[in-house]
Structure formats: C-alpha cells, structure tokens
Nanobody, 116 residues
Framework: QVQLVESGGGLVQAGGSLRLSCAAS????????LGWYRQAPGKQRELVAA???????NYVDSVKGRFTISKDNARNTLYLQMNSLKPEDTGVYYC??????????WGQGTQVTVSS
C-alpha cells in the first residue's frame, strides 16, 4: 500500500506557474511508474505526465514544453512543475503510483485554477 498526498494547487493567472507535489508514505522502490492525471469539469480524466522508475518521461501534447515531471527518491516525492499556465489547464490534478497494472494508488487530488 502507498498513501499519496498532493499539495501545491491554487489559483493563478494565465502565464503563471505552479509546482505540484505528491508525497508518498513509503519508498518508490517497488514503483514502476508515477504520474499525474487531471480532470476538468465535464471532461474525462486525462494523463498529463508520467515518469518511469528509470526516469523516462512522457507528456500529453498540450503540455509539452510547459510542464516538467520529476521525482525525488530520497524524499519519496513526485513533482509537476507547470509553467506558462493556460485557462485550459484548469482542473483537479491527481497523482498516482503504479506497482503493477493491478496495483495503482491515487492521491486525493488538488485543484488548479487558471484565470484568463
């Protein structure tokens, strides 16, 4: 089991930046993948960014060049640095940790609101 707690969301103007954090209750040692999803009002949850145990990353096209996913294994913490934010980035952001396809753990979500 892994408990995940997100923080860092808030209200920001378009063009601004936020850094989301996701603190895990234990080591990432057995975790294959970590990532962030977001859900905008009335829309399906979408994968924003992911990072594997060896540090490989991938991003949804809409955030490439603006968002950076990273992890600190010593602090058991996942990050999402979000720059040049747009109103369409608004939503609830959820982090996840995956040990296997059958074992994926989720945080409670943090709200990000970008005003125009």
């Amino acid at each position: 089991q892994v408990q995940l707690v997100e923080s860092g969301g808030g209200l920001v103007q378009a063009g601004g930046s936020l850094r989301l954090s996701c603190a895990a209750s234990r080591s990432f040692f057995s975790i294959r993948n970590l990532g962030w999803y977001r859900q905008a009002p009335g829309k399906q949850r979408e994968l924003v960014a992911a990072i594997t145990s060896d540090g490989s990353t991938n991003y949804v096209d809409s955030v490439k060049g603006r968002f950076t996913i990273s992890k600190d294994n010593a602090r058991n913490t996942l990050y999402l640095q979000m720059n040049s934010l747009k109103p369409e980035d608004t939503g609830v952001y959820y982090c996840y940790a995956e040990e296997s396809p059958s074992y994926r753990y989720w945080g409670q979500g943090t709200q990000v609101t970008v005003s125009s």
